[in-house]
């Protein structure tokens, strides 16, 4: 059972795709397939020191593909996807592609590179136990064993793992857009993706012609201190919604108290409950507590389709039926566990994150919040064993970038909300900030955000954009029972 994530990225020639690429020097891409991409691309490997600053030792292959511009006359700039985590595969973003760049492929090629670390470029990945056991573990024994995984995951590593910080992975990636013969290139980044857009932009700034920042995380929010803020402020809106909502108030009128009762139940000590696993049917014993329900109510709250169906948990746990939190989140995390490698986004965590955060500030964190703190605590545990680099010395200047941006948040996201949109733009000049109503995190699949983004990336500029679309955008119909959104119930 997967309730809760303890860790919660020739033959092209013959068919008439032509693009800058094909007569770049340094690469031999060859025709492959990349996973949820029908159509086969092309793709290639670039060969990197480990150390790059010494120049010697360990190499690295770094993987990348190029999705060919449908057009004959491909325009010169790609567009570059720079995906979540981090830790997540580049290479696994065909999906996310085809449901809202498949507009900008018409005449651009897309660059999508499996960066140091992630996915198949020397992967740091460790061998965790199975989620079963380990959620039937308390607070305490499940923090020694995720050290002691970790631990002897280090040992089992081919690699210096404090080699593998978001501005190596960014030097890499601009070898390889040269290699590729693109003088500039346009970047869209989701969650994480827009801090790497972020420095990229400030450490290569004439190779960046426009940012799309889809859930935006600046400089200034140290990932993931303020995660149980922002995830406290996406339940209270779900708590206000559902009061506004005649189905959803009649079907549960004291949701707020509710989800207070069941923390309270819960407490940090946790309640031992056997269920069958919603993907196997086995049965299974996992111990909630409080800070494990956060923790999986905030991963609901990521999706605006999903989290119809939270009011109806937390009713249903308050009556001591956890089967539908549990079926809802085990779907989630299994779905999105297999693209991400744990090394790697501990490596970047715990350098760039956690090593910036201000000890009183993390103590303020944990004292206040609706949602609790285990994020943030996970983080802080595994960090504790994880070797750190030095604070990259990027993170000390002043990040900025004259490029054309748009920023994109949704209203509801429990992670990077619009307050860090805001902050975003603070840095950048030539930026319009974009707020998405009724969507939880990344926005660009959502309503006419797929068009906005063509038409930023195909003019070069902000000029005429009109986001006004966006408010067509509705929150789905709330879950009164198993059976779907209901109607207000009448008298007769």
Request: glycine content about 8%.
């Given at each position: 059972m997967r309730?809760?994530?303890?860790?919660?990225?020739?033959?092209?020639?013959?068919?008439?795709?032509?693009?800058?690429?094909?007569?770049?020097?340094?690469?031999?891409?060859?025709?492959?397939?990349?996973?949820?991409?029908?159509?086969?691309?092309?793709?290639?490997?670039?060969t990197?020191?480990?150390?790059?600053?010494?120049?010697?030792?360990?190499?690295?292959?770094i993987n990348?593909?190029?999705?060919?511009a449908?057009?004959?006359?491909?325009?010169?700039?790609p567009?570059?996807?720079?995906?979540?985590?981090?830790?997540?595969?580049?290479?696994d973003?065909?999906?996310l592609?085809?449901?809202?760049?498949?507009?900008?492929?018409?005449?651009?090629?897309?660059?999508?590179?499996?960066?140091?670390?992630?996915?198949?470029?020397?992967?740091?990945?460790?061998?965790?136990?199975?989620?079963?056991?380990?959620?039937?573990?308390?607070?305490?024994?499940?923090?020694?064993?995720?050290?002691?995984?970790l631990?002897n995951?280090?040992?089992?590593?081919?690699?210096?793992?404090?080699?593998?910080?978001?501005?190596?992975?960014?030097?890499?990636?601009?070898e390889?857009?040269?290699?590729?013969?693109?003088?500039?290139?346009?970047?869209?980044?989701?969650?994480?993706?827009?801090?790497?857009?972020?420095?990229?932009?400030?450490?290569?700034?004439?190779q960046?012609?426009?940012?799309?920042l889809?859930?935006?995380?600046?400089l200034?929010?140290?990932a993931?201190?303020h995660?149980?803020?922002?995830?406290e402020?996406a339940?209270?809106?779900?708590?206000?919604?559902?009061?506004?909502?005649?189905?959803?108030?009649?079907?549960?009128?004291?949701?707020?108290?509710?989800?207070?009762?069941?923390?309270?139940k819960?407490?940090e000590?946790?309640?031992s409950i056997?269920?069958?696993?919603?993907?196997t049917?086995?049965?299974?014993?996992?111990l909630?507590?409080?800070?494990?329900?956060?923790?999986?109510?905030?991963?609901?709250?990521?999706?605006?389709?999903?989290?119809?169906?939270?009011?109806?948990?937390?009713?249903?746990?308050?009556?001591?039926?956890?089967?539908?939190?549990?079926?809802?989140?085990?779907?989630?995390?299994?779905s999105?566990?297999?693209?991400?490698?744990?090394?790697?986004?501990?490596?970047?965590?715990?350098?760039?994150?956690?090593?910036?955060?201000?000890?009183?500030?993390?103590?303020?964190?944990?004292?206040?919040?609706?949602?609790g703190?285990?994020?943030?605590?996970?983080?802080?545990?595994?960090c504790?064993?994880?070797?750190?680099?030095?604070i990259?010395?990027?993170?000390?200047?002043?990040?900025?970038?004259?490029?054309?941006?748009?920023?994109?948040?949704?209203?509801?996201?429990?992670?990077?909300?619009?307050?860090?949109?805001?902050?975003?733009?603070?840095?950048?000049?030539?930026?319009?900030?974009?707020?998405?109503?009724?969507?939880g995190?990344?926005?660009?699949?959502?309503?006419?955000?797929s068009d906005?983004?063509?038409?930023?990336?195909?003019?070069?500029?902000?000029?005429?954009?009109?986001?006004?679309?966006?408010?067509?955008?509705?929150?789905?119909?709330?879950?009164?029972d198993?059976?779907g959104p209901?109607?207000v119930?009448?008298d007769?």
């Amino acid at each position: 059972m997967r309730p809760f994530r303890v860790w919660s990225i020739a033959v092209a020639l013959s068919c008439g795709f032509t693009s800058a690429t094909w007569g770049a020097p340094g690469f031999e891409l060859e025709p492959c397939h990349i996973p949820g991409f029908e159509q086969e691309v092309l793709c290639g490997t670039h060969t990197v020191f480990e150390d790059r600053a010494a120049a010697t030792g360990r190499q690295l292959e770094i993987n990348f593909a190029v999705i060919p511009a449908v057009d004959e006359t491909a325009e010169a700039d790609p567009l570059v996807v720079l995906p979540g985590g981090p830790g997540q595969a580049g290479m696994d973003m065909g999906p996310l592609v085809e449901l809202v760049l498949s507009s900008v492929n018409e005449s651009r090629d897309i660059v999508l590179v499996d960066q140091r670390g992630m996915g198949s470029s020397h992967p740091l990945e460790c061998e965790m136990p199975d989620e079963d056991g380990l959620m039937a573990l308390t607070t305490e024994a499940l923090h020694q064993e995720t050290k002691e995984v970790l631990v002897n995951c280090l040992a089992a590593l081919d690699a210096d793992v404090t080699l593998y910080t978001q501005d190596l992975a960014n030097q890499d990636m601009h070898e390889i857009l040269i290699g590729l013969g693109y003088e500039q290139a346009n970047f869209y980044g989701v969650s994480w993706g827009t801090r790497t857009a972020q420095l990229y932009a400030h450490q290569f700034p004439e190779q960046v012609r426009t940012m799309v920042l889809d859930g935006s995380l600046p400089l200034r929010n140290q990932a993931p201190l303020h995660a149980g803020a922002d995830g406290e402020r996406a339940l209270r809106q779900i708590f206000r919604d559902c009061a506004a909502d005649a189905v959803c108030q009649q079907a549960f009128p004291r949701l707020e108290q509710d989800y207070q009762e069941v923390i309270d139940k819960l407490g940090e000590d946790g309640l031992s409950i056997t269920l069958p696993d919603p993907l196997t049917g086995e049965p299974a014993t996992f111990l909630l507590t409080s800070s494990r329900f956060g923790d999986a109510l905030r991963g609901i709250l990521y999706s605006a389709d999903v989290s119809r169906v939270l009011p109806l948990i937390i009713h249903r746990a308050n009556q001591g039926d956890f089967r539908a939190l549990v079926g809802v989140s085990s779907t989630m995390a299994s779905s999105n566990a297999d693209s991400m490698t744990i090394g790697a986004s501990l490596t970047i965590f715990c350098s760039e994150e956690l090593a910036r955060m201000d000890a009183a500030d993390v103590a303020r964190q944990k004292t206040s919040g609706l949602i609790g703190h285990g994020l943030l605590e996970n983080f802080e545990v595994a960090c504790s064993v994880w070797p750190k680099a030095p604070i990259p010395a990027i993170y000390q200047q002043s990040v900025t970038s004259k490029a054309p941006t748009l920023i994109l948040s949704g209203e509801l996201d429990p992670i990077t909300p619009p307050r860090w949109g805001d902050a975003t733009a603070e840095s950048l000049p030539v930026s319009l900030h974009l707020i998405a109503p009724a969507t939880g995190h990344n926005v660009g699949p959502r309503g006419c955000a797929s068009d906005l983004i063509a038409q930023v990336i195909e003019q070069g500029n902000l000029d005429g954009l009109d986001g006004s679309c966006l408010e067509e955008l509705t929150r789905p119909s709330f879950f009164a029972d198993t059976n779907g959104p209901g109607r207000v119930a009448s008298d007769d």
